[in-house]
């Protein structure tokens, strides 16, 4: 079992290793990052978009990032995990 600062981390680190250079500067939504049912939940978007909350630039399709806290594998949510992932 990982803790959730060790589960952050891995987030982060995943999400950078998966940006293709052509991609704007993304980040991790930290205010809305939480933990369910052992799946640490990481939403992101782009940095610009984080700064301003401008909707006009949000980007689309970020499933957020579920990091396992049994064994620290993360992975992009599933749109058929929509329900599990979206919901508080």
Same mark, same amino acid.
């Given at each position: 079992?990982?803790?959730?600062k ?8 995943f999400?950078?290793?998966? *940006?293709d250079?052509?991609?704007?500067? %993304? ?5 809305? #990052?939480?933990?369910?049912? /052992? ?13 301003? *909350? ?5 980007? %689309? ?5 579920? #990091?396992?806290?049994?064994? /620290? ?16």
């Amino acid at each position: 079992m990982i803790s959730e600062k060790e589960a952050r981390e891995i987030a982060n680190s995943f999400l950078q290793a998966s *940006r293709d250079v052509a991609e704007p500067e %993304l980040a991790i939504d930290w205010g809305r #990052v939480r933990v369910k049912e /052992g799946y640490l939940i990481a939403p992101y978007n782009s940095v610009q978009f984080l700064e301003t *909350r401008d909707s006009s630039i949000q980007l %689309l399709d970020c499933w957020p990032i579920l #990091v396992d806290m049994s064994t /620290g594998q993360a992975r992009f949510g599933l749109l058929e995990e929509r329900e599990f992932w979206r919901n508080r």
